[in-house]
């Protein structure tokens, strides 16, 4: 399989706990990004790297949450003393860059980790 | 803003007859993408279709076709002869050229059911 892989596929943990999420990307993809979903909702954006920078961040983003890429392949999200606010999906994503723009690339999807803060 | 709007919430369509899903899409940058996800039960998101600002056809891929009105600003979904396994969560979604270029902003959703 060479689809985006993500793991855990779901994660119980209690308020104010450290969870820890990895990501590995297609191989060829210089793109990597972290989405949110929460039920019932749409996809939001988190950040996302090109090759081993971390070039955007949402506002969505908290100091809580920390993303790494750091040799440009696997990907991981840490998100410290987690609330139950943060009970969500998190989708990992890469695509590869085309040209000067990137707005023609489509993005492809891992499964996600399904995260449940008690 | 930029924004994504999908009105349709829940649509149902009998198996083997066409459906469209509706979408708008609201941005002043004049290079975007549009792109369709389907996302089933299982949770996965998977990439249906594109079409770029640009473009001058409508985009199809096998049983999906995109139905672009730029001076609408819409992107509407068209799945021919639908089967039991389109049932799913449709999310439309926009990239765009200059500026966020690594923001996919998605809509809502239109969660599809096919009746046998």
């Known amino acids: 399989d060479t689809g985006v892989s993500q793991d855990p596929r779901h994660k119980i943990t209690k308020r104010g706990q450290n969870v820890t999420f990895r990501c590995d990307p297609i191989?060829?993809?210089?793109?990597l990004y972290w989405y949110r979903q929460t039920l019932g909702q749409g996809p939001e954006f988190l950040t996302y790297?090109?090759?081993?920078?971390?070039?955007?961040k949402s506002r969505l983003l908290s100091d809580r949450f920390s993303a790494e890429r750091p040799k440009g392949s696997f990907s991981t999200l840490e998100i410290q003393r987690t609330e139950q606010g943060d009970s969500a999906m998190y989708l990992c994503a890469s695509s590869q860059l085309q040209g000067p723009s990137s707005y023609n690339s489509p993005l492809h999807f891992g499964n996600g980790t399904r995260l449940t803060v008690t | 803003a930029q924004k994504i709007t999908q009105t349709q919430p829940g649509m149902f369509v009998q198996e083997k007859e066409a459906v469209t899903l509706d979408c708008t899409y609201d941005t002043s940058d004049p290079s975007y993408g549009l792109f369709w996800y389907k996302q089933p039960s299982s949770g996965e998101m998977i990439f249906l279709i594109y079409q770029g600002s640009y473009d001058q056809q409508n985009a199809t891929e096998g049983r999906y076709s995109l139905n672009f009105q730029k001076a609408r600003k819409s992107a509407n979904l068209v799945i021919s002869a639908s089967q039991l396994g389109d049932s799913a969560m449709y999310f439309c979604?926009?990239?765009?050229?200059?500026?966020?270029?690594?923001?996919?902003?998605f809509g809502k959703g239109t969660k599809l059911s096919v009746k046998p």
């Open positions: 191989s060829e993809h210089n793109r």
């Open positions: 979604a926009m990239k765009l050229g200059g500026g966020s270029q690594g923001n996919l902003i």
């Open positions: 790297f090109q090759n081993e920078a971390q070039l955007e």
